[in-house]
């Protein structure tokens, strides 16, 4: 779900991190509208689950909003825009659409009159989308969910930045063509073919995790170039690397670590923060274990960006350290003040609960986007059925100067044998303003 997931006029916040007050119970609350008798039950029931996979109510809720309902805005450099109403109501919603309209907007990224659609609408991912799915999911939201009458709202975008014609010769440069249901049925019995169809189409996990070009486009949109999740800032953080790579990826990992992740929200070298967490929670704690399985399967399979890299190995010398309070530079001590408590000297923390910093690979991350915003803006780990107890970090951004921040994370990716480049005062105060942290405290 996706801030949850501005990249820029044209490619912005997607459903990996629009933060959207939306729960499963709020969406069952809602009586579903009645089915049309000839419609198949299991087929709106398969329709229901591939749009939690899709994540499709992160950013198609508003916040207090009715699920499906629209209104969720997104910035963006010239204006801010806002998420349509995707409910059955035929007046404010897509109560009209046909299965060949719904497919257009879903895969391709045209609406009903014809105009091009704003990629924040991530048609370039969801083109791996199949027909056969594209069917289930129409029939889920014509029947699956309650319409809701609400107007849909127009972007503040002004003129010329608001004309829409450019946009398709994006669409046509960018977009790639729409996936078809041959050799279906063989690739969903092959566990790592069916967690690259769910990476790449419905998960649409490259909208946040790789990087974008010229075009502000993804990159790369399959595992053919190494670009292809090999992280990408959203938000105000960086989603992480996802390839093999040791340091910054997911080389560590094992199968078994990637569907922890993903159901509960944390693992033995990590947890969830920024939009990630709500992608957990809202998403994919509710993907079934084959699904779940399938992904990490195929996530192991991708190649490192940097197959040369050395696995980086524990030193206790900051553990020393600061037992023995013989590192009186300001990075050790704002960590003593504010840190420590819950990742402790050894940057090892606690299980399951405050995560390690020592080799963690968003710790190793060249590009330390994300640490600056946990730290200023603070985070929680998502609630799940695996782990419903949710963890929080507090903001730290009215107590730490912009001067602490940069010295306390330059010593954590320095330190217990984590070899990471210094942080600059500089890349804080640009992701303080940026983020609408608060304003830094005067010493």
Known sequence: MLNRYAIATLVLATSAAATVAWSPSSAQSAAPAPAAASEDQQLIARGAYLAKLGDCVACHT?????????????????GKIYSTNITPDKDTGIGKFTLEDFDNALRRGIGKDGSTLYPAMPYPNY??????????????FMHGV???????????????????????????????????DDAAASADKDAVLRGKYLVEGLGHCSACHTPRGMGYQEKALSDTDTAFLSGGVIDNYLAKNLRGDITDGLGKWTEADIVAFLKSGRNDHTAAFGGMSDVVEHSLQYASDEDVTAIAKYLKTLKPVDPNAKALAYDDTAYKALISG??????????????????????????????????????????????????LRGGEMPSTKAAPTHYGMPAFDDRLTNQDVADVLTFVRSSWGNKAPAVTADQVAKIRKDSGAAAEPKR
């Not at 503040?156 to 063509?177: F, G, N, Q």
Request: with cysteine.
């Open 62 to 78: 508003a916040e207090k909003g009715k699920p499906f309902a629209g209104g969720l805005g997104f910035d963006t450099p010239v």
């Open 127 to 140: 083109a791996n989308i199949r027909p056969s799915d594209v069917k289930a999911l129409y029939a889920y």
């Open 326 to 375: 013989s590192d009186r530079s300001n990075g050790a001590l704002t960590f003593v003040d504010n840190c420590m408590a819950c990742h402790r000297s050894t940057g090892k923390g606690y299980e399951q609960t405050f995560p390690v910093l020592a080799q963690n690979s968003a710790v190793n991350s060249a590009d330390p986007t994300s640490l600056i915003s946990i730290v």
């Open 146 to 180: 309650q319409p809701v009458s609400q107007a849909n709202k127009d972007s503040d975008i002004t003129w010329p930045l608001s004309m829409r014609w450019p946009l398709s010769i994006w669409r046509h440069v960018y977009a790639p063509d729409v996936a078809t």
